[in-house]
């Protein structure tokens, strides 16, 4: 009587998972640390793969412990690599299950790019293998029992779990077997199948009869639920149907039994007769339509004895009136399975092998974060530079501190000696000849890789929009331009920069022009530097005078200004915030990231004090110039002022301008490169 039904597995063919996640992740992460951890997940997922789907497997636990894992990191991916069209693209094709094939040896099959529709299968074969599993025990003792009753509850929640997402996983019609239908059908068969298991342990427990009559009775309903939903099926196995008509009838005629078994503890021995008439014309219909497939002849004799003994003693003895079936009163029913709810890690065994690596959602919301912080942090240290120029061309404007240091009028003054010293160290005119030498090619090379990426992009819209207009609704390819939206869009913002950077080269080599000469004169030797400087009288009468010193404790104070600038930028630029963290709480809190309010909230924590001191900063070196320029006036009137002197001043002013031009243009150009090289 024990006939169990049980799903065969999906085959699938092989899938190289190595390549693909290897050039995501070569393209996404820069560590090489992080590169080789990844690659080497990638590498033993594709292992996984091949133990889970690309092999014949044992109907045993460890053999369903290698799908459940599978699964289970399916889903721990999904999150955090872009599996889609237009990004990371792998397909996966799967036979279906209940196809025989055709006589020319084909069989129905499909290919999608869709980790869902991956997904979807590997839990089928989780459901079909724990439904082989539970149809592998041993019916006789209790072990065999739970452990089957445990499997076929597993199998039921695989299926109704499918059913209940293939659709919106897929976004198009599936296979026969992994239908809403098909799935629905064959979760409600392991359900059945489950509560018979519940029903045989009670049996063989020799609990009441009460309560085994019930357990029988909803055995008996999910068998029949099961037999309408798969009335319609033609792509299940023939058996399929019979056995579920035999099944119902078979474990109504139990209960009937066993409620008859009840009525006579209770002395109503007419109702015992009734109940064992109906449980006898329950197991002839089932004798006569399905003995192909079920046998019922251990119950059908057991009834029969029952119901010769019930009529004997009830003729003789009792003469109690034998009710109409329709009289009888309904059995309860008792249901002690529900479907596993499928809820993942599914296997308690699972380990993460891309633990370290964030989910996209996250991902997303850190590249939005660092771009806001870099905004932040830009318009910070621009503020700072633009005021440390502003004040470099006041003060060269004005000979400072060159003016005070070159009372005696016939040696080169200290500061001009340092700036000369330090655009030597830097490379002198070598080094920005060389920058402005190789920004030109660097610009042209992304120039070429851009408008190669755009005609590709223009070609596969106009192929894609060739066949759209030959085969209609039957191109169901996203389109194109919908497609690579994102692509154009980065195109279009990469044009514009390359743009910008071709007027700033413009800007760099005009500036260059103006101060080159000057910046040559301060790559000379000290003598012949000393040498190019117009010597000048000595300006005796302001040696010692309170304004000089005054002029020199305000330009002392110009570049403590400067330095605290410089260690404010550093700290600026080293601040940092485990974003990560606070998102990917977020994440699991809300299921979702609202990364603007996060990122907003956190930027102003970290940076709010910084933005505070740059504006203090900026306030103080607005007052020390004021300071400066009203003490050089009262210097300029009481210094004496003849032709050569007004020469050599100029002079030095220009050496000054050149040194904070030569500073700026090898910076400007220096990021320039930086930049347009990680676009490269």
Same mark, same amino acid.
């Given at each position: 009587m024990a006939t169990f039904v049980s799903v065969p597995l999906k085959k699938s063919t092989e899938v190289d998972l190595v390549k693909p996640l290897t050039k995501f992740i070569s393209a996404t992460?820069?560590?090489?640390?992080?590169?080789?951890?990844?690659?080497?997940?990638?590498?033993?997922?594709?292992?996984?793969?091949?133990?889970?789907?690309?092999?014949?497997?044992?109907?045993?636990?460890?053999?369903?412990?290698?799908?459940? #894992?599978?699964?289970?990191?399916?889903?721990?991916?999904?999150?955090?690599?872009?599996?889609?069209?237009?990004?990371?693209?792998?397909?996966?094709?799967?036979?279906?299950?209940f196809d025989k094939g055709s006589l020319f040896g084909g069989s129905v099959k499909l290919a999608l790019a869709s980790l869902g529709y991956e997904k979807s299968c590997v839990l089928f074969n989780i459901g079909a293998l724990a439904s082989q599993i539970a149809y592998e025990q041993n019916f006789d003792n209790d072990e065999g029992l739970k452990t089957a009753a445990k499997y076929y509850q597993l199998a039921s929640g695989a299926f109704s779990y499918i059913k209940d997402t293939v659709l919106s996983a897929l976004n198009r019609e599936p296979t026969m077997d992994i239908s809403p239908d098909a799935v629905g059908a064959l979760s409600q068969i392991m359900l059945a199948q489950a509560q018979e298991v519940f029903f045989l342990k009670a049996t063989s427990d020799k609990m009441k009869d009460a309560i085994i009559a019930r357990l029988a009775n909803q055995a008996a309903d999910f068998y029949g639920d099961a037999f309408k939903q798969c009335q319609y099926k033609e792509n299940l196995p023939k058996e399929v149907l019979p056995v579920l008509a035999a099944k119902h009838c078979i474990m109504q005629a139990n209960a009937e039994y066993h409620q008859s078994l009840l009525a006579k503890q209770q002395k109503k021995f007419g109702e015992e007769i009734g109940r064992l008439q109906h449980a006898t014309e329950l197991v002839k219909t089932v004798a006569s339509r399905?003995?192909?497939?079920?046998?019922?002849k251990d119950l059908s004799d057991k009834i029969s004895r029952a119901l010769t003994a019930a009529k004997k003693d009830n003729d003789f003895i009792y003469h109690d009136r034998v009710p109409d079936l329709k009289d009888l009163e309904a059995i309860g029913k008792a249901a002690l399975v529900k479907s596993t709810v499928i809820k993942v890690p599914i296997s308690q065994k699972f380990t993460d092998l891309f633990e370290k690596m964030v989910p996209l959602a996250v991902q997303h919301s850190m590249s939005a974060y660092n771009s806001r912080k870099a905004e932040i942090v830009n318009r910070l240290i621009g503020q700072m530079r633009e005021a440390t120029n502003l004040s470099n061309g006041v003060l060269a404007s004005l000979n400072l501190p060159a003016a005070v240091e070159d009372l005696s009028g016939d040696s080169i003054p200290q500061s001009i000696l340092e700036k000369s010293r330090a655009i030597i160290q830097q490379g002198g005119l070598q080094s920005i000849d060389q920058l402005i030498k190789d920004l030109p090619e660097l610009l042209q090379r992304n120039r070429e890789i851009l408008d190669e990426s755009v005609r590709i992009l223009d070609e596969e819209e106009a192929t894609d929009n060739e066949l759209r207009n030959k085969f209609g609704q039957r191109w169901q390819r996203t389109a194109s331009n919908d497609l690579y939206k994102p692509l154009r869009t980065e195109g279009g913002n990469l044009c514009?920069?390359?743009?910008?950077?071709?007027?700033?080269?413009?800007?760099?080599?005009?500036?260059?022009?103006?101060?080159?000469?000057?910046?040559?004169?301060?790559?000379?030797?000290?003598?012949?530097?000393?040498?190019?400087?117009?010597?000048?009288?000595?300006?005796?009468?302001?040696?010692?005078?309170?304004?000089?010193?005054?002029? #020199?404790?305000?330009?002392?104070?110009?570049?403590?200004?400067?330095?605290?600038?410089?260690?404010?930028?550093?700290?600026?630029?080293?601040?940092?915030?485990?974003?990560?963290?606070?998102?990917?709480?977020?994440?699991?809190?809300?299921?979702?990231?609202?990364?603007?309010?996060?990122?907003?909230?956190?930027?102003?924590?970290?940076?709010?004090?910084?933005?505070?001191?740059?504006?203090?900063?900026? @306030?103080?070196?607005?007052?020390?110039?004021?300071?400066?320029?009203?003490?050089?006036?009262?210097?300029?009137?009481?210094?004496?002022?003849?032709?050569?002197?007004?020469?050599?001043?100029?002079?030095?002013? @220009?050496?000054?301008?050149?040194?904070?031009?030569?500073v700026e243009l090898s910076n400007n150009l220096r990021e320039g490169t930086k930049v347009c090289t990680i676009h490269y």
């Open positions: 992460y820069s560590a090489a640390e992080d590169q080789g951890e990844y690659v080497r997940a990638a590498e033993e997922l594709n292992k996984l793969r091949k133990s889970a789907v690309g092999r014949p497997l044992d109907k045993h636990e460890s053999s369903l412990e290698v799908l459940l #894992r599978y699964y289970d990191q399916l889903c721990a991916i999904e999150p955090k690599f872009p599996f889609s069209e237009n990004q990371l693209c792998l397909t996966f094709t799967w036979k279906d299950a399905y003995d192909e497939y079920i046998n019922v514009k920069f390359l743009d910008q950077a071709v007027q700033a080269d413009k800007v760099v080599k005009e500036r260059y022009s103006t101060h080159r000469d000057m910046i040559a004169l301060l790559c000379k030797p000290e003598a012949e530097l000393n040498a190019a400087i117009p010597s000048a009288n000595p300006a005796k009468t302001l040696q010692g005078s309170e304004v000089v010193s005054v002029l #020199r404790a305000l330009l002392a104070n110009v570049n403590e200004v400067k330095m605290e600038r410089e260690k404010l930028e550093n700290d600026i630029k080293s601040a940092q915030c485990d974003m990560t963290s606070k998102f990917l709480t977020a994440l699991a809190q809300d299921g979702a990231i609202n990364e603007e309010a996060i990122s907003v909230t956190e930027l102003d924590n970290i940076y709010g004090g910084y933005t505070q001191k740059v504006q203090q900063s900026l @306030k103080i070196q607005e007052e020390i110039l004021g300071k400066i320029q009203n003490s050089h006036q009262e210097f300029s009137t009481m210094k004496q002022s003849n032709a050569d002197a007004n020469q050599r001043e100029e002079m030095l002013k @220009k050496l000054a301008a050149a040194h904070d031009s030569y």
